[in-house]
């Protein structure tokens, strides 16, 4: 087993709306319950982005932060060497859409993104806000996805990425699926934070990033699920 787990928060003065850092906080908490050390790079925009961690994280953000974050992420290189060099990401909402090819401004303009992800974003009709229940793709044999989103961007996917879930309630990328999947990346519309929602996706992360994991208490996580998913999903749930 690795001697420290390098996690990577980018730009928490940029993108970091409804609580995405506490997915940086539960990924640290999850890796320390499997007697891993681990440390968390908090990466300002001013900063170069480090080329040697283990999972990157990157998460939603207004329009105005979203078109900076991509711009400075463009020039820096940092983030696009070390998914070259098979590190692992989770990208959430303004992030996610930074990992594709395009996505919509403040006025709908298209601005480039990084293209580590086959997807493109743009405007949306209306806005897209309001939990969220998706079923997971069955090849990554997760429990149904929980998660709050909130945004104006659709997303869609092309052939080099997986649909990460189907919408039972709510948008996610706008034609029924939510988020996608390709290699190590994950992408998603979900705040919450979605590991704190879902403590299984945090875990698909780590093991990808340190190998097969131990089983943990997940009561305090399955009380927030159950609470979140009954609320939602009643007696689908
Ligand atoms: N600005 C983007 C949109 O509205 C992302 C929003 C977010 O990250 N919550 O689609």
């Known amino acids: 087993m690795q001697s420290e787990l390098s996690i990577v928060w980018i730009y928490p003065d940029l ?7 506490g997915n ?3 990924l640290e908490q999850r890796a320390r319950a499997r007697g891993v050390p681990t440390r968390i790079h908090h990466v300002r925009s001013s ?5 040697q961690g283990d999972i990157y994280l990157i998460g939603g953000g207004e329009d105005r932060p979203q078109i900076l974050g991509a711009e400075r992420l463009r020039k820096d290189g940092g983030l696009q060497s070390a998914i070259a060099r098979g590190a692992a990401m989770l990208a959430v909402c303004a992030g996610y859409q930074i990992m594709g090819s395009v996505f919509g401004g403040e006025e709908g303009q298209p601005v480039p993104g990084l293209e580590l992800l086959d997807i493109s974003s743009s405007r949306g009709e209306r806005r897209a806000v309001g939990e969220l229940a998706a079923e997971v793709d069955p090849a990554l044999r997760l429990p149904t996805l929980t998660g709050f989103e909130n945004h104006m961007g ?5 052939p080099g990425v997986r649909p990460l879930s189907r919408t039972i309630v709510g948008t996610g990328n706008g034609d029924g699926t ?4 390709a290699g190590k990346i994950i992408g998603t519309y979900l705040h ?7 403590p299984a996706l945090a875990d698909l992360l780590l093991s990808w990033a340190i190998g097969p994991l ?5 009561e305090w996580y399955q009380r927030l699920r159950d609470e979140r998913l009954s609320a939602v999903l009643g007696d689908q749930a």
Not at 154 to 158: I, Q
Not at 178 to 181: H, L, P, S
């Open 15 to 21: 993108l970091s709306t409804y609580g995405d850092q």
């Open 24 to 26: 940086a906080l539960v």
């Open 47 to 51: 900063d170069p982005v480090p080329q």
């Open 154 to 158: 659709v997303t869609r996917l092309g």
């Open 178 to 181: 939510e988020g996608c999947v």
């Open 192 to 198: 919450g934070p979605a590991l704190a929602r879902n």
């Open 214 to 218: 131990p089983p943990v208490n997940d």
